[in-house]
């Protein structure tokens, strides 16, 4: 048996008979000696479950009771296909007593069993109560509840992530609505700005210009060589909030937990990125926490040098199907790195492409509740920066995808300036700018519709076009209402409205999944259309009925699996995908490939 692109360790065992390993291992599971290399693996136990070669070299776990396989390149043990498996707890050495406790990978707390303090060194390391993970859980958020500041809650989290990994995805799993404004928009954009303050230890790795010429050495001091992600920032467009330097880390981060916690990207494949090439924002250069460099942006060739030789790093390092997502770039550079990079690596922009799909996904949702067609609307957009073009030019494409309409005629219907004379029907609002759709204009909305469709898309909260109270209130409670950043229930008259979150939170990491398991190795814009149409499919009556265009973020898991699924499926007959064949049931698959966050036992 062989395996390629073993994770490289060498270590030591815990005990006092210390010794080197040998330097080629894959973790999991009961041990094999193989023979034609020399090399210790640590193979799936092999009574229940076998790993086998795939075509292409990557192994694949599939247990042979169910017939169900997954696991994206999971030799880890920390997919669902395997979650009843005991494990040995290997990282780069076998992780016992003290520093157990210490790896937020593998340290479970009070939740150690019995056996499992006896035979990894933690008698005496723990108080003697054991308890269950569900009520870690349950304290965490009682916890978690206690802080009324949700940037306390924010730390508490992120805290949490720093020292129980499972325990962190299992919460967050577990309490997607309530936690999900906590880790993502609105609070990630208030860490951003404070970032610098509440920083304590570094998250993902930092590439500045200082490092150029050795951006590949850098990568390969991160400690996981089987990454699949990577969320990139140079944090020029920080949500809405504009150009914070390197405390835009805070949103690569958020956007992972998101891939792992709503897609099942197991965490060790994750990496975020931030590219520091300095800011232009005085306050921060002021600022004595600032953590990044004290310089004005680099522009120009100093900076394309920067990103090109980080683009071609990744790619020597991490091969050809790494999935690499820009997320808050500026617009004059975000437009030119996805055209530039397009063609040669698997590359998406989230603001650009996830926004534009999952607005799409909304829009189809409404068509499908209130009758009409696209091409029967007119729309108007508040903002002609990454979003609102990325937007537009879906809705173009899906239009003509179903009039057969030239592209170039389809665009007609769209506005991206302010045009009081179009009568729109939708009404977008990508401008990062709070409070631009005031009463006036939502009242015109609600005089030229009986349904005026308004997304208020910008984030976070601070910066959204209007809030639900407002287009419910001046609409009559006639909005069909969704916005960036999540806003509580409102009731109107008789009736309670719950606005939906139209974030491209719901398209990324199902996205990035379908990506994956299918060995994309190019987005193309049908992935996009696939993804909107798989995320409408899970709209219910009974959701629209409530005001949701949106299934609610509780099933996002489920959700993320069927667009996982329609997205490998055209990564598959467009020749796109190289993961052959195509599994049978690719929902099944998507599903058994995410990563769990139940405790495994530990031998
Ligand atoms: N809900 C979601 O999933 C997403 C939300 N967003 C949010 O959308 C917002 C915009 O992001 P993005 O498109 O990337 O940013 P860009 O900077 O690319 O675009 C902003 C656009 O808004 C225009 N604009 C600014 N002020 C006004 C105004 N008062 N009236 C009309 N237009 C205005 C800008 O024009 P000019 O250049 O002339 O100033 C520019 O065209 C942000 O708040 C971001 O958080 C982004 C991605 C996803
Ligand atoms: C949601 C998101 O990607 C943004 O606001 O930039
Ligand atoms: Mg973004």
Redesign the pocket.
């Known amino acids: 048996m062989r395996l390629n692109n073993p994770a490289s360790i060498s270590g030591s065992f815990p005990d006092k008979h210390r010794r080197i390993l040998p330097t080629r291992v894959v973790v999991a599971g009961s041990s094999n000696r193989d023979k034609s290399n020399g090399s210790l693996l640590m193979a799936t136990d092999e009574s229940t479950a076998t790993l086998k070669e795939m075509r292409d070299g990557y192994a694949e776990v599939v247990d042979p009771k169910s017939g169900v396989s997954g696991g994206v390149q999971d030799v880890y043990g920390e997919d669902t296909a395997t979650e009843d498996q005991p494990v040995t707890p290997w990282s780069v050495s076998v992780a016992s007593g003290y520093s157990l406790l210490r790896d937020p990978h593998h340290n479970k707390g009070l939740a150690f069993s019995e056996k499992e303090r006896n035979s990894h060194y933690l008698r005496g390391l723990l108080p003697p109560t054991v308890i269950s993970q569900e009520l870690q859980v349950k304290k965490m958020l009682h916890n978690i509840r206690q802080y009324q500041v949700p940037l306390q809650k924010y730390m508490a989290m992120m805290d949490l992530q720093e020292r129980n990994q499972k325990l962190f995805y299992k919460l967050l799993i577990d309490n997607v609505e309530e936690l999900l404004p906590i880790v993502y928009t609105p609070t990630v954009g208030e860490a951003c700005q404070k970032y610098g303050s509440i920083y304590s230890r570094p998250q993902g790795v930092f590439i500045s210009l200082k490092d150029k010429g050795k951006v590949l050495e850098v990568l390969r001091n991160w400690p996981e060589k089987n990454i699949q992600v990577i969320v990139v920032t140079d944090g020029e467009?920080i949500?809405?909030l504009g150009d914070l330097g390197c405390h835009g880390m805070g949103i690569p981060v958020g956007k992972l937990s998101l891939y792992t916690a709503l897609g099942g990207i197991r965490p060790s494949a994750c990496l975020p990125v931030t590219i520091d090439v300095g800011t232009n924002n005085e306050k921060l250069l002021d600022d004595e926490f600032y953590i990044g460099l004290r310089q004005k942006r680099a522009i120009g060739q100093e900076y394309a040098e920067l990103l090109h030789e980080f683009m071609t790093a990744v790619k020597q390092n991490y091969g050809e199907r790494i999935l690499i997502q820009f997320e808050d770039f500026?617009?004059h550079n975000?437009f030119d790195l996805l055209e530039k990079y397009g063609t040669t690596h698997l590359v998406f922009n989230d603001?650009i492409q996830g926004?534009a799909s999952?607005v799409l996904a909304g829009l189809i949702s409404a068509m499908k509740f209130l009758g009409g067609s696209l091409a029967d609307q007119r729309f108007l957009f508040?903002?002609?920066?990454?979003?609102?073009t990325g937007i537009a030019e879906l809705i173009a494409l899906e239009i003509s995808k179903q009039t057969n309409m030239p592209l170039e005629e389809t665009r007609k219907k769209i506005w991206l300036v302010?045009s009081k004379a179009i009568k729109p029907t939708i009404l977008i609002g990508?401008?990062?700018?709070g409070r631009?759709f005031t009463k006036e204009v939502v009242e015109a909305m609600a005089s030229l519709n009986e349904k005026p469709i308004i997304f208020s898309?910008?984030?976070p909260t601070s910066?959204s076009e209007c809030t639900a109270e407002e287009a419910y209130t001046w609409s009559q409670g006639r909005a069909i209402f969704a916005s960036?950043s999540p806003f509580d229930p409102f009731e109107y008259g008789d009736n309670v409205f719950v606005p939906g979150q139209?974030?491209?939170a719901y398209i990324f990491p199902g996205l990035g999944l379908g990506l994956i398991m299918s060995g994309a190795i190019r987005v193309h814009d049908d992935m996009l259309l696939a993804a909107a149409e798989a995320l409408a499919g899970q709209v219910t009556q009974e959701n629209f009925d409530k005001g949701l265009l949106y299934p609610p973020f509780k099933n996002i898991r489920k959700i993320s699996a069927h667009i996982a699924a329609e997205v490998a499926a055209k990564a598959y007959e467009l020749g796109l995908a190289t993961r052959l064949p195509p599994p049978k049931d690719l929902v099944k698959y998507a599903e058994s490939c995410m990563y769990s966050p139940a405790y495994r036992t530990y031998r």
């Open positions: 467009r949500l809405g500026a617009n975000a603001d926004t999952v508040l903002g002609a920066g990454e979003a609102g302010d990508t401008s990062g700018q631009t898309l910008s984030n910066q960036g139209a974030n491209n």
